[in-house]
């Protein structure tokens, strides 16, 4: 049984940082393609980061310059610095792992931004 298992979200003022961590039980992390994933109350979830096995990543335009995902293969975990933080940012983060199709979530972690 493969686990996702996400942590670092919590409270923090708008303008501060985070840094949210997902850790994976699965074999042979580095040729996953991760992921993260956010859903705010009452919207559906959205692609946030995507890092590949090259490390090439890509980014949803609202955290463009502000959230930068990275992955120690060494650790099978993958991060998600997030800076500059918005009361918008408030959402539910999820950990995603995808290998040619086969796809593992996270239980996800609560990420709440204050005004």
């Known amino acids: 049984q493969v686990q996702l298992v996400e942590s670092g979200g919590g409270l923090v003022q708008a303008g501060g940082s985070l840094r949210l961590s997902c850790a994976t039980s699965e074999l042979a992390f580095n040729l996953n393609t991760m992921s993260w994933y956010r859903q705010a109350p009452g919207k559906q979830r959205d692609l946030v980061a995507t890092?590949?096995?090259?490390?090439?990543?890509s980014y949803k335009d609202s955290v463009k310059g502000r959230f930068s995902i990275s992955r120690d293969d060494t650790k099978n975990t993958v991060y998600l610095e997030m800076k500059s933080l918005k009361p918008e940012d408030t959402a539910i983060y999820y950990c995603?792992?995808?290998?040619?199709?086969?796809?593992?979530w996270g239980q996800g972690t609560q990420v709440t931004v204050s005004s």
């Open positions: 890092i590949t096995p090259g490390r090439h990543t």
């Open positions: 995603n792992s995808n290998r040619a199709g086969q796809v593992y």
